[in-house]
């Protein structure tokens, strides 16, 4: 199975802020890897797809790179809406796995 | 835009079995294929299976085989998610998506609890 690794696991920022996530694949997945962002008691919801793709509705904000194995998403200004959980997935092969989460929390 | 709408919460008895809908509302499964995930208390995500609904090809994540079965029926835009033999570690919202060609889950239903407990 293919690997993901987040990083941070959390992190406490304020709004406004930039802030960065990076994954990292076990192996080359190409550009076949998606974020999503989870609320308390809500489903997942796609932000990005394709590693750089801004999935409809999505604000522009939210700025995503990478390929093979490195990828990253940035948050350019943080606002309130933005505080949650974000995963990254890779759609190159099944099983689909999804990297650990990193929580972002308001400072 | 099509939505997904599962059913509702259950509570199930060690090593019974559950088995969750997934039904598409305001028209078909549109999706490329459709997966099932769960989160356990407090924890990430987790991969169990999924489906090509217009094929009917499955493929399960190694952990579930021989315990999980997914299906569709085409009739009434409906996925199916069962899972066998249960035990304490299977309680988890467990949630079926849309997936576009790419893989992304582009759509989610909103989440069905299973709790297991004796």
């Known amino acids: 199975d293919i690997q993901m690794t987040q990083s941070p696991s959390s992190l406490s920022a304020s709004v406004g802020d930039r802030v960065t996530i990076t994954c990292r694949a076990s192996q080359s997945i190409s550009n076949y890897l998606n974020w999503y962002q989870q609320k308390p008691g809500k489903a997942p919801n796609l932000l990005i797809y394709a590693a750089s793709s801004l999935q409809g509705g999505v604000p522009s904000r939210f700025i995503a790179s990478g390929s093979g194995t490195d990828f990253t998403l940035t948050i350019s200004s943080l606002q309130p809406e933005d505080f949650a959980t974000y995963y990254c997935?890779?759609?190159?092969?099944?099983?689909?796995?999804f990297g650990q989460g990193t929580k972002v929390e308001i400072k | 835009q099509v939505q997904l709408v599962q059913s509702g919460a259950a509570v199930k008895k060690p090593g019974s079995s559950v088995k969750v809908s997934c039904k598409a509302s305001g028209g078909t499964f549109s999706s490329s294929s459709i997966s099932w995930v769960r989160q356990a208390p407090g924890q990430g995500l987790e991969w169990m299976g999924g489906i090509i609904p217009i094929f009917g090809t499955t493929d399960y994540a190694q952990k579930f085989q021989g315990r999980v079965t997914i299906t569709t029926d085409e009739s009434t835009s409906t996925a199916y998610m069962e899972l066998r033999s249960l035990r304490s570690e299977d309680t988890a919202i467990y949630y079926c998506?849309?997936?576009?060609?790419?893989?992304?889950?582009?759509?989610w239903g909103q989440g069905t609890t299973v709790t297991v407990s004796s």
């Open positions: 998506a849309g997936e576009k060609a790419s893989g992304a889950s582009h759509v």
């Open positions: 997935q890779q759609s190159y092969t099944t099983p689909r796995t």
